[in-house]
């Protein structure tokens, strides 16, 4: 789970504070809107990042995190109500999120780099991490031990 948050963490990071300092330049962006229309990309970006790094949090290890995925519909909802959301609040309430409607090209940049985040999954995913397979020898970190289990145990 660690790899998966510092390596999400350093790309998000990254991408926020690039469109942050060179945002305008690179999305071409000009006009009196520009600020809001930049801060609100960035907003849309940052969501659509955390959406797809919902997907990849469905596994840690296997590679493709979409098996399964329509066979929950509590996840399929909170995906689906999230990204409404999001549309609504950016184009609809702009006055009240300090948000302006986005042309449809910046929509697209917004999904595509929230989208990276499964391709960065991927190649997070080929870092090799220590695992320990005996559980019982393992001391947590908080004091706490494992709650005994199995039929002797009940």
């Given at each position: 789970?660690?790899?998966?948050?510092?390596?999400?963490?350093?790309?998000?990071?990254?991408?926020?504070?690039?469109?942050?300092?060179?945002?305008?330049?690179?999305?071409?962006?000009?006009?009196?809107?520009?600020?809001?229309?930049?801060?609100?990309?960035?907003?849309?970006?940052?969501v659509?990042?955390?959406?797809f790094?919902?997907?990849?949090?469905?596994?840690?290890?296997?590679?493709?995190?979409?098996?399964?995925?329509?066979?929950?519909?509590?996840?399929?909802?909170?995906?689906?109500?999230?990204?409404?959301?999001?549309?609504?609040?950016?184009?609809?309430?702009?006055?009240?999120?300090?948000?302006?409607?986005?042309?449809?090209?910046?929509?697209?940049?917004?999904?595509?780099?929230?989208?990276?985040?499964?391709?960065?999954?991927?190649?997070?995913?080929?870092?090799?991490?220590?695992?320990?397979?005996?559980?019982?020898?393992?001391?947590?970190?908080?004091?706490?031990?494992?709650?005994?289990?199995?039929?002797?145990?009940?």
């Amino acid at each position: 789970m660690w790899r998966n948050i510092i390596g999400q963490s350093i790309y998000q990071i990254s991408v926020l504070v690039i469109l942050q300092f060179d945002g305008k330049h690179l999305l071409k962006l000009s006009g009196s809107d520009d600020t809001k229309t930049l801060n609100t990309f960035i907003f849309n970006t940052f969501v659509f990042c955390q959406v797809f790094n919902e997907i990849n949090s469905r596994d840690m290890e296997k590679i493709n995190v979409f098996k399964g995925i329509f066979s929950s519909w509590v996840f399929l909802t909170v995906m689906f109500s999230t990204v409404t959301f999001q549309i609504v609040i950016v184009e609809f309430l702009g006055t009240y999120a300090n948000t302006v409607p986005l042309r449809w090209e910046l929509w697209l940049a917004s999904v595509v780099i929230g989208a990276a985040s499964l391709v960065i999954a991927v190649i997070l995913k080929c870092i090799p991490v220590e695992t320990n397979k005996d559980d019982s020898t393992v001391k947590h970190h908080d004091g706490y031990e494992p709650l005994p289990s199995g039929p002797d145990m009940a």
